[in-house]
């Protein structure tokens, strides 16, 4: 069985998650769908099906997300304050494109290349963990292929307003 890789920020937005979906959003789903039950035939009822399927969704997405909690490994970042490590971000160049990125490297779950979030699975956040400004990575990316990048700035993140990705 996969086990996600959490931080306790993680588990502890979770948990806000669920509480939110379980006190707020389960009544409004239940509301919606006592509501529209009460304009008479199903059969033709979009409003029903709808409040339906927003309901069920909901309670789907509470399932997924108390069982990833049931399943997970709690991590540590150990990396120094020079080091790359779990919520920095860290900027290198790409001598192959010529190019400077910046990246934030995070927990699988709340990763999300097109916003710039490296997990630590990725290829790139494994090869640029514990590595040091001016450190050269070769970053594997399968049996046939890797590449190198140069590490340019490494810091502290302070983005309060970090969600984990929705599914």
Known sequence: ????????????????????????IRKEALESVKEARAHGDLSENFEYKAAKQYKNKNESRIRYLEKM???????????????VGLNK???????????????????????SSINGYIS???????????????DMVYVQVNDSYGYEVEIRG?????????????F
């Not at 069985?1 to 998650?17: G, Y």
């Not at 630590?120 to 001016?134: C, D, N, R, T, Y």
């Not at 490494?154 to 929705?166: F, K, N, P």
Request: charged letters at 40%; a negative charge; proline letters at 2%.
């Open 1 to 24: 069985m996969l086990h996600e890789k959490l931080t306790e920020s993680d588990v502890k937005k979770i948990q806000d998650e669920i509480e939110h979906r379980k006190l707020v």
């Open 69 to 83: 909690l049931k399943n997970a490994e709690i991590i540590e970042d150990h990396a120094g304050s020079d080091e």
């Open 89 to 111: 971000r860290v900027k290198v160049y790409i001598p192959e494109d010529e190019e400077e990125e910046e990246y934030k490297i995070v927990t699988s779950i709340r990763g």
């Open 120 to 134: 630590i699975e990725s290829p790139l956040g494994k090869a640029l963990l514990g590595h040091k400004v001016g």
């Open 154 to 166: 490494i810091s502290d993140s302070s983005d309060e307003d970090d969600r984990i990705r929705q």
